[in-house]
């Protein structure tokens, strides 16, 4: 059924593409990160900055999501029959994940179609190397539509060319935009201060941001090794653990809650909760990466990770060699590693230059040159 609407909707893309490409418009594929702080909002805004007069044009999940059932129609129209329009007259387009409606199309040579993905490197396979079948087969040919796809660093290049299936001379190593702020002091304490403004009576406590990665068998059924409830009331007395649960599981999980647990899966604004995180628990997500520019400490809760590896999804690197001795297997092992937590459990800066070449706040300003200018 997918399929046959992806056909339907890059057949009126084609029909629009009778109209000519206007130089000054760029579309948007935010479909996976709407904060404020993600890539695409970073990379919106340093365009705007540079062009105030720049049309630019967003397609989103969020326009899926409207309870009101004429409003979702209306938007599920506008999506179908509008946003084909913004693809075949915009001569940039950003994205931040696969869209497959774009494996049926074919650009106009002039158009430069961006990859920010929505991480800087990655732990378990994904793409090119984790999915199969028509699916697996949808993604290349969408991949194959990117001109450029922006990566952190050289070390990514090998990686990326894997997952999406693309030539390396498509791959720029400029750094992402969603990175830049990590290397700006004064803005760091303003998310911060934003955070508390919102949430004073977080304000004297230390913050444990648990945050584990989808599993794609957690559609079906709830894991109780998720639930840390059983054991935080042995923390220390300041610390408090906020859940940060994947979107499609967030239902399942908003129950979890007493006075030490606080669950805020619908923030969407990730990189804040990263900055005001004194401790982070993870297991196989990317968002380690980011946070290990933080120099706090990283704790991963890998209480599945046999099943993980062999069952679910696999791991690009050798999971234990990748991350040493930061990893524990089961709630007991999580409890006594957070009660003894130090300095040792922060990622070294060898660690973080694998995937980090440049440690500026330039990424966003690198890029935008190689597309507008």
Not at 7 to 33: C, E, G, Q, R, V
Not at 173 to 201: H, W
Request: charged share 25%; net charge positive; proline share 3%.
């Amino acid at each position: 059924m997918k399929r046959i609407l992806y056909i339907i909707y890059s057949s009126i893309f084609y029909l629009y593409s009778i109209f000519p490409l206007n130089k000054n418009k760029t579309t948007f594929i935010m479909t996976h990160d709407k904060s404020i702080n993600g890539n695409i909002m970073c990379m919106y805004k340093k365009v705007k900055k540079e062009q105030p007069n720049h049309i630019c044009k967003f397609i989103t999940k969020s326009q899926f999501n409207n309870v009101n059932k004429l409003k979702k129609i209306l938007e599920e129209l506008k999506f179908l029959f509008v946003t084909p329009y913004y693809l075949a007259t915009s001569k940039t387009i950003f994205l931040d994940n696969v869209f497959l409606p774009m494996s049926y199309f074919r650009f106009k040579s002039e158009v430069k179609v961006v990859q920010l993905w929505h991480g800087c490197n990655t732990l378990k396979k994904f793409g090119q190397l984790s999915t199969s079948g028509l699916l697996k087969k949808l993604e290349k040919k969408a991949n194959s539509k990117y001109t450029h796809i922006i990566v952190s660093s050289k070390n990514m290049i090998k990686l990326h060319k894997q997952v999406f299936g693309v030539d390396e001379k498509v791959i720029y190593p400029l750094g992402l935009p969603r990175m830049d702020i990590f290397f700006d002091e004064n803005k760091i304490e303003d998310e911060k201060n934003k955070f508390y403004e919102q949430f004073k009576y977080l304000g004297d406590k230390k913050i444990i941001l648990y945050a584990p990665t989808f599993r794609d068998n957690s559609l079906t059924s709830l894991d109780d090794n998720m639930d840390l409830s059983d054991i935080v009331n042995e923390f220390p007395d300041e610390y408090i653990i906020i859940n940060k649960f994947h979107p499609f599981v967030t239902n399942k999980y908003k129950d979890i809650t007493n006075n030490k647990i606080i669950d805020m899966s619908q923030y969407e604004d990730l990189t804040r909760l990263l900055f005001v995180a004194d401790v982070l628990v993870t297991d196989y997500s990317s968002i380690v990466f980011d946070y290990a520019l933080l120099n706090k400490p990283t704790i991963f809760y890998a209480y599945d990770k046999e099943e993980y590896e062999n069952k679910i999804r696999g791991f690009y690197y050798n999971y234990e060699e990748y991350l040493g001795k930061t990893i524990v297997y089961s709630k007991k092992e999580l409890l006594k590693r957070i009660i003894n937590i130090n300095n040792k459990d922060k990622c070294k800066k060898d660690f973080i230059s694998r995937y980090v070449d440049y440690n500026d706040s330039n990424s966003t300003k690198r890029i935008y040159n190689l597309i507008y200018c």
